[in-house]
């Protein structure tokens, strides 16, 4: 448990302070990705040195008790300790920017008093890394600064002083809008429902607003949105968000329901038993915080290339002071550093483009994830879901015991005419569909509604019964048995059949499927534009109903009639020819080919298993988000790239200058820091896009 005590509180901002018994040291990053994560922590920082912290928070979700029961429920003492930098802020800039005027205007007395308080910081910072055997770009830093106030140049040494923060603020405002992007990301979408209270009465108020134990309302077209169980009614809830199934469920006394979903048919009351950061859309909230956490192979590349370069630059400061003994050169020499622009570009670019990504509705989580995502050659999408809209079409219209030309229009035109009174989406796709076809509505009895099962009316008198195979066979007696040919036909289509009875004969079914997305055709063609070499589908359709599809959009390669099991495995059977691999999916039996893969990308209606094993989830309901990922990779590597060339050629041109004696110490400080910013500024650009 965390030893804290509440130092000072507004309403939105607390800050607690921590026994001095504690060990803070390098624990900032550990409760900053303890604390985002929950709903309504907006920001979170943490003064080490002064024991405390601040925690900003949304107080519609969360209030004074509740922040400080989280925080005194982390144990410092298993934090994950990682090297904490120095938090510049524009105050910093501005005392450093005053200091360098100073140093240039007081005598030399008083400028060396300002200067030697300035950039104390720096010089203990690098002598800390010395002590600790570390010779790193915090040692060069402190040489270039202190050699520079060692020769009584004050001037240089508070302009370098100044560049260094401003670079360092730079870095950290990316990452602190990076945050506090992700943790809007995570405030959950308010919504007004019925509370029912303990008289019987009702009254409207906000998701927000509400506690455990409290009872609510929902009505078809409600989004839940708690945790909580169902204490009356029934009602069918379309659960997709979290489970991927496009049909609604059955959810009666005792079921539970979960935020996220939303109720499409009935009417139920429900008690609440999580809100707000404990509930089952909360649980998306550390996944995208998490985004930040995993440091790709060339940001590791480019740290360890920026300490090596540290050395390189001590090595050549003092060749040229051996060679010349000239310590003007040796401080201009000094003051050329390669790491600062190796070792922050790669993460700044990463950020900028996760920054850029979630505002085009894609959550890219952390530079792995891009760096895995630009060398992929081949795109494996899971084709329901995917490829096609989770919602359904009809396809086929099949009369039975009918001999007459009109029989499949007059089948539809009946089924339509009863469907048209429910919101489920199987009702709604026959619906649309005899409106397609323009037919006429066909006068029929009084409409009953059988949760999760179908409709019943009466047509001329007699009873006509519409829904699955179940509720006509085992609920109203039909006899499916001189049909079983034809059924057989249509399931191996793939296809979702709903039945129509009339006087307990079997009139007719009536085949749907699920169909293509819109964007699809311009994916495809866009990610072969931008140079995937291979597209390929899962399905678990037919071979001859896969490969059709697979015709029609020209794909590479289709697998049909694919098990959960088997999706890996094509996974690794690609991969074992010595393919990068991306796969695109949404739902539960996905999650091992979203893992096995190279790079995993879940689509929006996905399930939550699939977001938590993928590498990407599109947060809209657009496969091209698919294209535009792959392109923001490709845009975000180029700028790495570039970046380290940029970095590389530049400063060796400015060191020989300084080795050679062409440039004094300001001049090599202005260069250098100049470069530096510039890269920076480039990296930070490509965030707008």
């Not at 018994?21 to 920001?43: C, N, V, Y």
């Not at 429920?73 to 501005?94: C, K």
Request: charged fraction near 25%; hydrophobic fraction near 40%.
């Amino acid at each position: 448990m965390t030893p804290l005590r509440i130092k000072h509180h507004i309403p939105g901002r607390i800050r607690f302070k921590l026994e001095r018994s504690a060990e803070l040291a390098d624990t900032s990053d550990w409760f900053k990705q303890s604390l985002i994560g929950i709903q309504g922590i907006k920001d979170v920082r943490v003064n080490e040195d002064a024991y405390s912290i601040v925690i900003e928070y949304d107080e519609a979700l969360l209030d004074k008790a509740t922040v400080e029961a989280r925080l005194a429920q982390l144990d410092i003492a298993d934090a994950e300790l990682s090297e904490t930098e120095h938090q510049f802020t524009r105050g910093d800039i501005a005392m450093n920017a005053i200091g360098t005027l100073a140093a240039a205007m007081l005598p030399g007395k008083w400028g060396a008093i300002s200067t030697a308080t300035l950039i104390a910081p720096t010089l203990l910072e690098g002598v800390s890394e010395l002590r600790d055997k570390k010779v790193s770009v915090e040692v060069l830093d402190a040489i270039a600064v202190g050699l520079s106030a060692y020769r009584g140049d004050y001037k240089t040494a508070m302009m370098t002083q100044t560049l260094i923060s401003l670079g360092e603020y730079m870095e950290q405002e990316t990452c602190r809008k990076s945050d506090k992007l992700l943790a809007d990301l995570m405030t959950p979408t308010e919504a007004v429902v019925w509370q029912v209270l303990a008289n019987g009465e009702r009254k409207q108020v906000n998701s927000t607003e509400l506690n455990v134990g409290d009872i609510v309302e929902l009505v078809p077209g409600d989004a839940v949105p708690i945790d909580g169980t169902v204490i009356d009614g029934a009602a069918l809830i379309n659960q997709a968000a979290l489970t991927g199934e496009s049909v609604p469920v059955r959810r009666e006394q005792d079921a539970v329901v979960y935020s996220g979903s939303s109720v499409f048919e009935g009417t139920i009351q429900v008690r609440v038993d999580k809100v707000g950061s404990e509930s089952t859309t909360a649980k998306i909230a550390q996944l995208i915080y998490d985004s930040l956490s995993e440091k790709s192979e060339i940001q590791q590349v480019t740290q360890d290339m920026a300490n090596r370069r540290v050395k390189i630059t001590l090595g050549m400061g003092a060749a040229v002071f051996a060679l010349t003994q000239d310590i003007n050169r040796v401080a201009s020499v000094f003051l050329v550093d390669y790491s600062c622009a190796l070792k922050l570009s790669t993460p700044v670019t990463f950020k900028s483009i996760m920054y850029r990504a979630a505002q085009q509705g894609i959550l890219l989580k952390g530079g792995s994830a891009i760096e895995k995502l630009a060398e992929v050659d081949v795109c494996v999408f899971d084709k329901t879901g995917t490829l096609t809209y989770g919602d359904m079409e009809v396809t086929d219209v099949v009369p039975f015991n009918c001999n007459g030309d009109n029989c499949a229009r007059d089948l539809l035109a009946i089924a339509a005419s009863v469907e048209e009174h429910s919101n489920h989406p199987l009702s709604q796709a026959v619906v649309n569909a005899a409106k397609h076809h323009q037919l006429p509505h066909i006068d029929h009895g009084e409409v009953e509604y059988v949760i999760a099962h179908g409709l019943k009316s009466t047509l001329n008198g007699h009873c006509l019964v519409m829904g699955s195979r179940h509720f006509l066979e085992s609920h109203e007696g039909v006899d499916f048995s001189g049909y079983e040919a034809q059924i057989r036909e249509y399931e191996a289509k793939g296809r979702h059949l709903v039945y129509v009875s009339h006087q307990q004969e079997l009139m007719g079914m009536i085949g749907l499927r699920d169909h293509l997305r819109d964007d699809v055709e311009r994916t495809l063609a866009d990610l072969r534009e931008l140079g995937i070499k291979h597209l390929v589908m899962i399905s678990g359709d037919s071979v001859y109903k896969a490969n059709k599809l697979g015709d029609e959009l020209k794909l590479d390669k289709v697998f049909a009639e694919a098990t959960p099991e088997s999706k890996s495995d094509i996974i690794e059977s690609l991969q074992a020819q010595g393919h990068k691999v991306m796969f695109v999916g949404d739902g539960v039996n996905d999650a091992p080919a979203l893992t096995k893969a190279n790079v995993g990308v879940a689509m929006c209606e996905g399930t939550e298993l699939a977001r938590q094993a993928a590498d990407v989830v599109l947060l809209q309901d657009r496969l091209y988000g698919v294209a535009e990922t792959y392109q923001l990779s490709k845009i975000a590597m180029k700028m790495i790239n570039t970046n380290i060339k940029i970095a590389e050629y530049v400063n060796s041109g400015i060191m020989l200058a300084a080795a050679m004696g062409w440039l004094n110490p300001t001049m090599s400080a202005l260069l250098h820091n100049g470069t530096t910013l510039g890269i920076l500024a480039r990296s930070v650009a490509i965030k707008n896009g």
